[in-house]
């Protein structure tokens, strides 16, 4: 008995995905942060299947009627019911849409081998799902048992695409390379890959080749291939040629102002920015919320970012959350608390990275204690840069116990591993206030990896303020080794020596610097 099931029709609903890695090759877990809907779940006006013909419609979120169709998929496979390959390609479909990643794996266990092996399109629509959720080896394996691979770019484009996220960028070049061997035809939709790949890469005599590919394929008119070839000689270093591609675009989008843009801004040139920007402006294209915390995060003078308030202000941009964190940021960089401090108050929503910038804001101030006070009463998660800048708080402000709390809670209360910035700043807390010995300890017995020169270089700083020329001799031996160019800790190391009178020391330290040529 064969049962035909209708292809799905799943309304859209806004999911945030938030996908993780402690490498680059690993599985991504995810952490699903879905919005109720109250649509149901639609299918064709076909003849009823019986897997859900006496079932009952209910209010039921986009993740739920998935569950649901894949319980009956899995149960009618155990029955011996065959599902129809446009069944598992909309389901496949479905998942890439949700970013549903559990439930595609689910959906791959149904599929016969045979079948994926004899279908194109459904082996590609899986790969691309593998690619895009970061299972990249997974990814490789469906393209490696793929049919016919070389009807089309999409599979290629997929897989090429996946590596680049990830930042195996000479992988992704590698799969470009062997698509031209094996006679595949790159499209549109190839070059912004591979270039984006180019440019994490850095090498510009890549960028040209493949440049040149584009001009033999007849894409130099492609506003999306352009654009990418911009962003690509930008992040290259050759800011000139990127200028030109820019100038061939015929008709602009506002991607092409925003990547011009960021490159100036990437390479330091503020002047060359501004002049993209108003431009881009005088043309009415309006810079997206990226490119204006860019120039914000970079622009020398506040009568700058008084203007670019003033223009946010305007366009009706200005709670933009992105925007507003970038002006606060601003002003607070400039000294102008105060007006940073009625920006957050303004803001109709808030984020992690508002909290971590006004706190950061207040790097110097008892203020940043309360702000975190605040965060937690308004139910919003610290991350790992909060405790960084509350850290850093406290060893300035000399309050150990808070620091030693703050530690206590980051760890046990809200489950963050510490980071070096966290150990370097426990070790500066203790260093600060003159507590070398546990300090010293933090690294010795408390870290769970070895340290590196944040660390030791806050240990020797402390051993600097406080005549301790024993452990900072520790710690200068260990910089001499993470950073043999590093002049500072020879000097510092120096300056401990010639404050408990150890001249000889001294002058072995110097000879030092001149044998690894660090005496101008």
């Not at 446009?86 to 998942?95: D, I, M, P, Q, V």
């Not at 393209?143 to 195996?168: C, H």
């Not at 002047?271 to 914000?296: C, K, N, W």
């Amino acid at each position: 008995m064969v049962t035909t099931l209708q292809p799905l029709s799943l309304h859209t609903t806004k999911l945030t995905i938030h996908c993780s890695s402690n490498s680059k090759r690993s599985k991504k877990p995810k952490q699903l942060h879905q919005k109720q809907s109250t649509k149901l779940l639609s299918f064709s006006n076909s003849s009823p299947t019986p897997l859900i013909i006496y079932q009952k419609p209910q209010t039921q979120t986009k993740l739920q009627a998935l569950e649901a169709i894949i319980k009956d998929l899995e149960a009618s496979s155990e029955n011996g019911i065959d599902v129809d390959t446009e069944t598992f390609a909309s389901l496949l479909e479905t998942c890439y849409k949700l970013d549903a990643m559990d439930y595609c794996l689910r959906v791959h266990r149904l599929i016969p081998r045979n079948l994926l092996r004899r279908n194109v399109g459904l082996s590609s629509k899986l790969l691309r799902l593998y690619a895009s959720c970061g299972y990249i080896e997974e990814a490789h394996q469906v393209f490696d048992q793929m049919p016919k691979r070389d009807v089309s770019a999409f599979a290629w484009n997929s897989l090429i695409s996946g590596y680049t996220e990830l930042g195996l960028y000479e992988d992704a070049m590698a799969l470009y390379f062997q698509m031209e061997e094996e006679g595949v035809e790159p499209d549109r939709f190839t070059f912004p890959r591979v270039l984006k790949a180019c440019g994490g890469i850095g090498f510009v005599q890549i960028g040209e080749a493949v440049h040149r590919h584009v001009v033999r394929l007849g894409f130099v008119g492609d506003r999306f291939v352009l654009n990418a070839l911009v962003d690509m000689y930008a992040k290259c270093g050759d800011i000139v040629k990127a200028r030109k591609v820019f100038d061939k675009i015929g008709s602009r989008d506002k991607v092409s102002w925003n990547t011009m843009l960021t490159a100036y801004m990437r390479h330091g040139l503020l002047l060359q920015a501004l002049d993209i920007f108003h431009q881009m402006v005088r043309e009415g294209y309006q810079p997206d919320s990226v490119t204006i915390s860019t120039i914000l995060t970079a622009v020398p003078s506040l009568e700058l970012v008084v203007q670019i308030h003033g223009w946010t202000i305007r366009q009706g941009v200005e709670w933009n959350l992105s925007t507003a964190n970038s002006l606060i940021a601003a002003y607070s960089n400039h000294g102008k608390l105060k007006r940073a401090r009625w920006l957050f108050c303004q803001m109709p929503e808030r984020d992690v990275v508002t909290w971590n910038t006004i706190i950061s804001a207040h790097s110097k101030s008892p203020e940043a204690l309360v702000y975190f006070e605040q965060m937690e009463s308004a139910g919003a998660l610290p991350d790992a840069i909060t405790f960084v800048s509350m850290l850093s708080v406290c060893a300035h402000l000399g309050l150990v116990k808070d620091g030693e709390r703050l530690f206590s809670t980051m760890k046990n209360r809200y489950r963050i591993s510490p980071i070096m910035e966290h150990y370097a700043c426990m070790v500066n807390l203790y260093g600060r206030a003159g507590l070398i010995k546990e300090a010293y300890g933090i690294i010795m017995e408390g870290m769970e990896f070895e340290a590196g020169p944040t660390v030791w270089g806050a240990l020797l700083y402390a051993c600097y303020l406080y005549g301790n020329a024993e452990i900072g001799e520790v710690a200068a031996e260990r910089l001499f080794d993470l950073e043999p160019d590093n002049e500072y800790n020879f000097e510092l190391l120096m300056k401990i020596y010639g404050n408990v009178g150890r001249l000889d020391d001294v002058e072995r330290v110097r000879m030092m610097m001149v044998d690894r040529g660090l005496d101008s």
